[in-house]
Structure formats: C-alpha cells, structure tokens
C-alpha cells in the first residue's frame, strides 16, 4: 500500500505534502518563499515487501519537475491590507508633524514673510536692472549709429580734402618750379656779375664761380701773404676737396704756369700753416684742415719739423698738400672772395 509520497526541493529539502487528492498529490510550498529550478518526487512505502507496486514500476522511481519563479507573490486578507495603510499613514502623519516642529524651531514661520518681500525685493532689482541693460543697449545702438554716419561723413570729407590737396599741391609744385626758375634766373645774373667784377681785377680768372690768381713770381709766406691781401684777397683755401682741387687744376692750367720747381715736383703756396699752434693747421678763415683730411699727400705732415706752411703739389690730374718752411720762396695763388 503506498504511505506517502517524498518530495525535494532543488537544493534537496525535503518537503511536505498534503497528500494525495482529486488524483494529484499536492507540494505545501508557498509561492513567495519557493526557489526556482528542479524540483523531484518519488513514492515511498512504508513495507517495501507488501507495496502494491513493485521495485521496477515508474512510480517508484524518482520524478523530477522544472520549476521557474517570476516575483514574490504577496498575498494579503483585507485585515491586514486596511492595517498596513493605517501604519503607513500614521508614519507620513508622524513625519510631517516632526518637520513643522523643525520648520518653527528654525525660526521660518518668522522670517517667510521677511522672505518673501525680499525676493520681491530681487525681483524688482532685477527688472530694474533689465530695464538698465535694455536703455544701455538702446544708447549703445544709438552711438553706434552716429559713428557710422560719422564715418561716412569723414570718409566723404577726406575724399573732397584729398582732391582739394592734390590741386593745391599740383598749384604749389608749379609755384616752386616758377620760383626755381626765377631763382636760378637771378644767380645766373648774380654769377655773371660776380664774373664780370673778378675779370676786372688784374690777373685773376673766374673758375667754378671762384676768382683765383696764380701769382707770376714766387716769394715766402709773408711775401705772397701780403701781395694777395694788396689785392682784397688772401691766399687760397682748399676747404672743399673735390670743388677746391678741380678750381686750382683748373687755375693752374690756364696760367701755363706749372709752379715751384722742386726735385722734379711743382708746387703752389696755399692758404693753410700751423704757425699759431704746431700741428694744429688752419686756412685763412680760421676752418681747420685736420691731420685726417684726405687732402694730405704720403706721409704727410711731417712731425717735429720747422714746416709750418702748405703748398699744394700739383701733379695733374693729382693735387696733394705738403707742409713746407715760411720762408721757401714759392709761386702762390690768391683767392679773391666776392
């Protein structure tokens, strides 16, 4: 006779059952708690030796069943649905009255009037301030706008200004080509005068808008000093070294005098000496002839020597200064200023 059926759970718990009903025997778990997976089954009787079934029957060998489980399943009577609500209210009730009694300790009840005409408060501010930006916005549009026109404007104005310059400029270009010419006009005559009373004075000649006079005779400084000054002149300075030199080759060519011979070199006494001061050589006017000018020939001046005059060494097209003593006798040149 079968006694009962034995039931397991997949991690092998045996379960109980409320046995064998309607032709199905029914397993006593509840859904919420039940494990998913492979559940099994057997029937077990009590006396093996007297079951109506024997050891090879399929019901005495172990059955086993899938099981899957969703979601716990809460099931509730209307007692204990009506009692969970009631707690659940009465906790929110108990946390709302713990928050008001929190809300009144912190003073808010006070200050939400105060708090409320402070963010009126912000809020006008606010729109104030709005109103600020928005005319400041205004404003900036506005000078915007007079810039531009300011702009044009000057952009017009210097259009008229640059034509109205180019105008006065061309104007002005032909003024100054007019006075050049005038002026010119005037130096030619001035020149031409100053030609005419140089070729006055006997034995002088006009060279480059200079008169010169290349003397006939030779003599020492002193002597040649006074025959130029005779004349309202004074021995010639060669202060300008390209103008100066191309004057006196000139001078020299026109007289057909070659100057004082010396060991094969000619020379002509000039203007320039250091007598008031050694090696500190100066022309007629006072103008300096430095130890550095180009002027001065090989190894010249010569240091520690009686030679405080110069003459000019004229080897055409070449022109040099040698200092040389006061008293040589030497042809010399006057420069006569007018």
């Avoid at 109103?131 to 400041?136: D, F, G, T």
Wanted: hydrophobic letters at 35%; aromatic letters at 10%; a negative charge.
């Amino acid at each position: 006779m079968i006694e009962t059926v034995c039931l397991c759970d997949p991690a092998g718990r045996t379960l109980s059952s409320h046995g064998f009903e309607d032709e199905y025997f029914y397993l006593d778990v509840p859904a919420d708690t039940a494990d998913p997976g492979e559940y099994s089954c057997h029937l077990d009787c009590r006396a093996p030796d007297f079951c109506c079934l024997d050891d090879q029957s399929p019901l005495r060998s172990r059955a086993h069943l899938q099981v899957h489980t969703q979601k716990k399943v809460e099931v509730m009577s209307m007692q204990s649905v009506a009692f969970h609500t009631f707690s659940q209210l009465q906790q929110q009730a108990s946390e709302f009255t713990r928050n008001v009694r929190n809300f009144q300790e912190l003073g808010w009840s006070q200050n939400a009037v105060a708090a409320t005409a402070h963010l009126a408060n912000v809020q006008s501010k606010s729109d104030t301030g709005l109103n600020k930006v928005e005319n400041l916005d205004n404003e900036l549009k506005r000078i915007l706008e007079n810039a531009r026109n300011l702009i044009f404007k000057t952009d017009t104005w210097m259009s008229a200004f640059e034509e109205k310059f180019s105008a006065m400029e061309g104007k002005f270009m032909s003024q100054v080509d007019n006075v050049s010419q005038i002026v010119d006009r005037i130096r030619s005559r001035q020149v031409r005068k100053d030609e005419h009373r140089c070729l006055q004075k006997d034995g002088y000649m006009w060279h480059l808008e200079s008169c010169l006079k290349v003397s006939t005779y030779e003599a020492n400084y002193v002597a040649a000093k006074a025959a130029c000054r005779k004349d309202g002149a004074h021995l010639f300075d060669l202060k300008l070294p390209d103008l100066d030199v191309e004057r006196l080759r000139m001078a020299v060519i026109e007289s057909k005098n070659n100057g004082t011979s010396i060991r094969g070199y000619y020379y002509f006494m000039v203007g320039a000496n250091d007598i008031a001061s050694n090696h500190t050589f100066v022309w007629t006017d006072g103008t300096p002839l430095p130890l550095s000018s180009p002027l001065w020939g090989p190894k010249q001046p010569n240091p520690g020597k009686d030679e405080d005059c110069i003459w000019a060494h004229i080897d055409l097209p070449q022109v040099s200064l040698h200092d040389f003593s006061c008293d040589t006798q030497a042809y010399f040149i006057c420069q006569y200023d007018i």
